[in-house]
Every structure is written in structure tokens, then in C-alpha cells.
T-cell receptor
Framework: GENVEQHPSTLSVQEGDSAVIKCTYS??????FPWYKQELGKRPQLIID?????GEKKDQRIAVTLNKTAKHFSLHITETQPEDSAVYFC????????????FGKGTHLIIQP | DTAVSQTPKYLVTQMGNDKSIKCEQN?????MYWYKQDSKKFLKIMFS???????INETVPNRFSPKSPDKAHLNLHINSLELGDSAVYFC???????????FGPGTRLTVT
């Protein structure tokens, strides 16, 4: 089955700086890569996703890049704000069949004032 | 107009008991899931149901059994609870298997 590795496990950045979280996947059939944000005590919520037919996608301060050859994808957050503090999960799926999403182990992002 | 709901939100029980968690979605999605989030925040899929048919069963003890009376509901029944079952259990649904998940609010299960 799919295996998703996520790094770093904890990331601390100064407010206003950029944050980058990286993930690798093992199944070359995976074609859907979402990112979820989970605030303390709340449910994970989708913030951005990318499919394997594109290399980059942006939505305001967040962007995701995908390198299919290397089987890795990254989340970029620019101009970080205190409300960006949360745990971020990457995930991968081949979709179309019976599988759910396979998640990375999460990155705790801390925005320092 | 809650999309995915779960009850109860908190569940405290003793070892050996049997308990159930209920989940309902009003999104018209065909696939529903149960995920377990342990103390280290790792999200692991337990089950998924598509059109009332179980299509994934990961390495989950058979003390856990999903029950789906219809495609809008996927309940989780747990027999003979153990300390290691303590976790947050999230129900989720998706329109297409393996695509965007909508999570419920979670049920924090504590086994004493």
C-alpha cells in the first residue's frame, strides 16, 4: 500500500516568514495530493490539493508543488500569521478505487510573534 | 446544516465495556470512513464503506465493527474496550473514493 513520509515533525518560524513542509510518497499510482490543517481540538480541514497532471497550485498565501518523478510534494505558506499555527497533514491517494487517503504523520507549525 | 456529525463528542468508559459511536452525513456522499487519531496525532484509516459495502479493512482488531444502516450513516461499534483504544475517532465522507474528505468533529474515547 501507499506510504507517506512528512518532514519536519515540528517547524517554528517567525511571523511574516515563509514555511515549507515536505512529503514523499511511495505508490507511483497515486494521483491526488491534498493538504489538511488541524487546529487544536478541531477536525482536519482541507486547505489545498493538487492532482498529478499539474506541477503547482496557488491559493493566496499557500501553494503546493508536485514532483512526480521524485515522488515528492511540498506545502509553502508565505507571510505567516499567528492563525497559521496548527498541525498540517499531507496525504496521497490513487483514487478511483477503494482506497481512502493515506496521511503523513503531521507537522506542528508554530508561528513565533 | 452540519455536513458530517458524530455522537458522542466525548466517551469515557472502563476496560472491557462495549460502546458505539454514531456518524451521519447529509452531503449525499457515497463513501464514508472511520479514522483513528492517536496521541501522536497520526491519522490512520480503519474502515471505509462505499454504497453500504465494506471496501477497506486495515489491520484493525475484529473487536471493531462498522455498521452502515444506509449510505448516510456509518456507525462504529467496539467490543471489549482496551486501554490502547483511547484515541480520537473521526468519521469522514467523500463524494469519490480517495478524494476530498469531509471530517466529522471527532469523538474522544478514553478507556480507564
Amino acid at each position: 500500500g501507499e506510504n507517506v513520509e512528512q518532514h519536519p515533525s515540528t517547524l517554528s518560524v517567525q511571523e511574516g516568514d515563509s514555511a515549507v513542509i515536505k512529503c514523499t510518497y511511495s505508490d507511483s499510482a497515486s494521483n491526488y495530493f491534498p493538504w489538511y490543517k488541524q487546529e487544536l481540538g478541531k477536525r482536519p480541514q482541507l486547505i489545498i490539493d493538487i492532482r498529478s497532471n499539474v506541477g503547482e497550485k496557488k491559493d493566496q498565501r499557500i501553494a503546493v508543488t508536485l514532483n512526480k518523478t521524485a515522488k515528492h510534494f511540498s506545502l509553502h505558506i508565505t507571510e505567516t500569521q499567528p492563525e497559521d499555527s496548527a498541525v498540517y497533514f499531507c496525504a496521497a491517494s490513487s483514487g478511483g478505487g477503494a482506497d481512502g487517503l493515506t496521511f503523513g504523520k503531521g507537522t506542528h507549525l508554530i508561528i513565533q510573534p | 446544516d452540519t455536513a458530517v456529525s458524530q455522537t458522542p463528542k466525548y466517551l469515557v468508559t472502563q476496560m472491557g465495556n462495549d460502546k458505539s459511536i454514531k456518524c451521519e452525513q447529509n452531503l449525499g456522499h457515497d463513501t464514508m470512513y472511520w479514522y483513528k487519531q492517536d496521541s501522536k496525532k497520526f491519522l490512520k484509516i480503519m474502515f471505509s464503506y462505499n454504497n453500504k459495502e465494506l471496501i477497506i479493512n486495515e489491520t484493525v482488531p475484529n473487536r471493531f465493527s462498522p455498521k452502515s444502516p444506509d449510505k448516510a450513516h456509518l456507525n462504529l461499534h467496539i467490543n471489549s474496550l482496551e486501554l490502547g483504544d483511547s484515541a480520537v475517532y473521526f468519521c469522514a465522507s467523500s463524494q469519490v473514493p480517495g478524494r476530498t474528505l469531509r471530517f466529522g468533529p471527532g469523538t474522544r474515547l478514553t478507556v480507564t
